[in-house]
T-cell receptor
């Protein structure tokens, strides 16, 4: 079935460093790829998303890249801050509303000051 | 704008019982999706309702069911509870049209004893 693999499962960086999280997906019909941040006791919150007709998207310190041929997409966080510490999930959807998301298993990011 | 609300926030049930969880989407949103989050399986899609109709369905047994009312509020029911149903159940709402952000609620923590 459809699957999204996410690596690494844990990531520790120093404040100011960059963090990169990578995902691969199996369903070639996937066309929408959001990234979510989940803090303790809260539901996931969308931080950035990308559609299949775009190769890269940036929003301040956060960027996402997509390689449809290789079925890879990645999250890049620059100048990390302690408040970036959380669990990050990648996801993929094949429907036009961007719902019915298939999630990766998550990456626990720890940023130490 | 009020966010997605889920009730109750915590629930304890015993094996064999049934349970109903409730989700109130953001005003104006017509799509409600349900996800199950466990440490072992991560975030898994259960089903999505749009304008009172089930639009997408994940790979869960028939014990898991849902419905949506005319005001877009949704309920999820799990019958004949098993220990493995212990999880955080998250609800997400979106407009349901085009690639629009899904907003997650804080979840209902279900414990099955």
């Amino acid at each position: 079935g459809e699957n999204v693999e996410q690596h690494p499962s844990t990531l520790s960086v120093q404040e100011g460093d960059s963090a990169v999280i990578k995902c691969t997906y199996s369903d070639s019909a996937s066309n929408y790829f959001p990234w979510y941040k989940q803090e303790l006791g809260k539901g996931p919150q969308l931080i950035i998303d990308i559609r299949s007709n775009v190769g890269e998207k940036k929003d301040q310190r956060i960027a996402v890249t997509l390689n449809k041929t290789a079925k890879h997409f990645s999250l890049h966080i620059t100048e990390t801050q302690p408040e970036d510490s959380a669990v990050y999930f990648c996801a993929a959807s094949r429907n036009q509303a961007g719902t019915a998301l298939i999630f990766g298993k998550g990456t626990t990011l720890s940023v130490s000051s | 704008k009020a966010g997605v609300t889920q009730t109750p926030r915590y629930l304890i049930k015993t094996r064999g019982q049934q349970v109903t969880l409730s989700c109130s989407p953001i005003s104006g949103h017509r799509s409600v999706s349900w996800y199950q989050q466990t440490p072992g399986q991560g975030l898994q899609f259960l089903f999505e309702y749009f304008s009172e109709t089930q639009r997408n369905k994940g790979n869960f047994p028939g014990r898991f069911s849902g419905r949506q009312f005319s005001n877009s509020r949704s309920e999820m029911n799990v019958s004949t509870l098993e220990l493995g149903d212990s999880a955080l159940y998250l609800c997400a709402s979106s407009s349901g049209l085009g690639y629009n952000e899904q907003f997650f609620g804080p979840g209902t923590r279900l414990t099955v004893l």
